[in-house]
Structure formats: structure tokens, C-alpha cells
């Protein structure tokens, strides 16, 4: 039996706009997938529009183009498969394997993110109320391409967890695990702050009967302080003038070996280079990096 091509995709949220460590996650995606000629999808994960960035959309695209990046087929947008994000909402809570949850934050907060299943048998009426997803008592477990084997008990650790928000809003756990499975998604490469959603996605995989893709969670680029770069942390964009030096500057942050030729290199080059060069398994098996080493 052969194995189904690659297929990856890069997943940013237009909740700010792209930083250094959005490109370290966005070219290990691209040279994953481009190493062994595959496909590379492009998906807005538009779903949290209170959290969105006016324009954030429109400059994302733009710094992937002027880095060099071009992706197959059409861009997908998440606020475009609400319909699809229901209708599993709505199958789950009429088979008894979703229920409403009236609690709110405060109440919630001695829990420590433990849901500890204060509605799961309260018959709250869905209007107005979030929607929890029923969890078993168990350890989910898989092997990451980078981090090793990585296990959670669901019950224990999680709890029962949203899929969808009391203010309608669709949860990432569920928006994430359909899209790529109706993508055809084969291998997920991504930051490794998603670690820890993994063994929630592979819940909703079985229950749902989807396939389960492999996965390569790459570290986070952290700041002095200790925080990662992100949008909520102000960090500097990505500037189109600096696309070469920063390309180069995340090769060596996954591990790679850059030679000097590539000092002068465009951003397509350096892609081109990188793909043809990719290993995996040059990526530090680590959490985080600090951004001050890779300068």
C-alpha cells in the first residue's frame, strides 16, 4: 500500500501581523513539504473576528509573497466554513457527545484550565451557553518528528473543552482538526505552543473517524523576558527589505547549515536551497530558542 502524497499547509491567524516566529513555523512548513515535492496549502485562520487585526489579512500575504514563498492552489479562509464548523457542532450535541456549559470564567478560575465538568450532566438548554466537547478518562499519546513522544490524559489535564464559544464563536480544536481533514492534510508542521492542543485534536480524529497526520512541532522563538514572539507581545513585524537575512536567520534557528554563497542570495534562492538541503532532523529538540542566540 503507498503512502498518500504530501500535503502540508502553513495556518496563520490574522490576529497581528507576521514576526520572526511566524517565519521560523511558516519555513519549516514550506521546506518540510517542498523536500520531498509536495504540496504546500496556505489557510487564514479567520475565526476569532473580535481578535482580528484590520489589514492584518492583506499584510500577511503580502510578506509571504515578498519572502519568496508561493503556495499551491487556492487560499482557504476559515470564516468562509462556518457551515461545515455547525453542522458538526450540532451532530456531536444531538449524539450526547457535546452538552452546553453556562460557567463562566470566574467560576472557573480555582480549576487552573482543568474543565471540571460542572455541566456535563446539567441539561443547560445550547442557546447563549458554550458547547463542551465530552472527553473519556484517558492518555492520548503520539510521536512528534522533533519533540518525541509527547502523552496527556485527557481528563485529567484538560477536561471537557470548548468547541464552540457562548458568543457563537467556532473553537480552533474543532476548526483545526476538519479543515485538515477536508484538506487532506498529511503532515502538520507547527510551533511548539500547539503541543499541548495535539492530544485534543487526536480525540476529535478518532471520534470522528478522520485520519491522523504526522506531526513536527518546532520550537518557539522566546524574548528575553521569556515570552515568545507573538502578536500579543508587540513583537516587530517581518520588513520585506530584510526578507534574505531573516530567511537565513531562520534556517539557522531550525538547525540547518547555511553556507556562505547563500550570504547573497534572494529570498527565492534561499528557499530553492533550503528545500534542496532540508533536514529534519537537524531541528533543536527543544521547547523554545532565545532569540537573542540566533542574531
Known sequence: ??????????APTPSGYLHFGSLVAALASYLDAKACGGTWLLRMED??????VPGAQTAILQTLESYGFEWDGELVRQSDRHNAYESLVQRLFQQGLAYACTCSRKQLEAYQGVYPGLCRNAGHDPQGAAIRLRVPELEYHFTDRVQGDYRQHLGRDVGDFVIRRRDGLYAYQLAVVLDDAWQGITDIVRGADLL???????YLQEL???????????PLIIQPDGHKLGK????PPLESHEAAQLLLRALRALGQTVVPELEAGTPSEILAWGARHWDATRIPQTLTLAESQLR
Request: overall charge positive.
Open 208 to 218: 470522528l473517524g478522520l485520519p491522523q497526520p504526522r506531526y513536527l512541532h518546532v
Open 1 to 10: 500500500m503507498t503512502s498518500p502524497a504530501y500535503i502540508g499547509r502553513f
Open 196 to 202: 499541548d492542543s495535539t492530544p485534543r485534536q487526536l
Open 232 to 235: 500579543s507581545y508587540r513583537s
Open 47 to 52: 475565526i476569532d473576528p473580535p481578535r482580528e
